[in-house]
């Protein structure tokens, strides 16, 4: 399948669209590099980790992995589920609550639930991404809406801290093939590898 517009990934109506930010973190299209005819196979990246100040404070997380390494091979497509979703920035910081399998989002300070808000914003979003051919998915660890393995949920005087953020467990529910990491493991030498492995082992059978 060819890969789409860089576009393509982006809600043109989203908060962020309409802010002005490039959800591509402002990389071009890149080729395979190698097959310089084909396009560069495409991944989903947390878009604070590009260095885009979409976080609750208005900063960002850049990885220079993800951004000096990764994306000289891949396309990266920048997402960043809590700008995206309206609650824009600078914002308040939200938190998970409740049960693990089924946590609710809430911002830390006010009280307001926005579970709907997210759940509604994650469905359609993740229906655009069925039109991408994402071979992998890098998250920031320890976001409400990002974590892969490492979002506390809190609830009854207890933490879990094995939880999975809102976005990132509707995304691997819905693509369960697609192989995906948290930003953390890609400095840590055999997870990365193995990372990388299941990315061109995916990657092959598109
Ligand atoms: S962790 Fe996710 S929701 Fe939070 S700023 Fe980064 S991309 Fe946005």
């Not at 490492?150 to 609830?155: P, W």
């Not at 801290?161 to 055999?190: C, M, Q, W, Y």
Request: aromatic residues 8%; proline residues 8%; contains cysteine.
């Amino acid at each position: 399948m060819p890969m789409p517009a860089l576009g393509l990934a982006s809600s043109p109506n989203s908060p962020a669209a309409k802010s002005g930010i490039n959800k591509t973190g402002g990389m071009t299209k890149k080729t395979s590099s190698q097959n310089p005819a084909r396009p560069a196979p495409a991944i989903g990246v947390s878009a604070c980790l590009l260095g885009m100040k979409v976080r609750w404070d208005g900063g960002h997380k850049q990885d220079w992995y993800v951004r000096k390494v990764l994306a000289k091979h891949f396309e990266l497509v920048a997402i960043c589920p809590e700008n995206e979703c309206g609650l824009g920035i600078p914002r308040e910081p939200v938190r998970l609550e409740g049960d693990p399998d089924r946590p609710r989002l809430f911002t830390l300070n006010s009280r307001i639930e926005l579970t709907g808000k997210m759940e509604a914003w994650i469905e359609r979003r993740l229906g655009e991404l069925e039109q991408v051919d994402l071979c992998g998915f890098v998250f920031k660890a320890k976001s409400p809406s990002c974590g892969l393995k490492s979002t506390k949920i809190f609830g009854n005087g207890s933490v879990f801290l094995s939880g999975r953020g809102l976005f990132a467990a509707a995304f691997t529910k819905r693509f369960p093939a697609i192989p995906v990491v948290e930003e953390n493991d890609l400095h840590d030498p055999l997870a990365k590898a193995i990372f990388i492995e299941k990315l061109t082992r995916f990657g092959k059978l598109r």
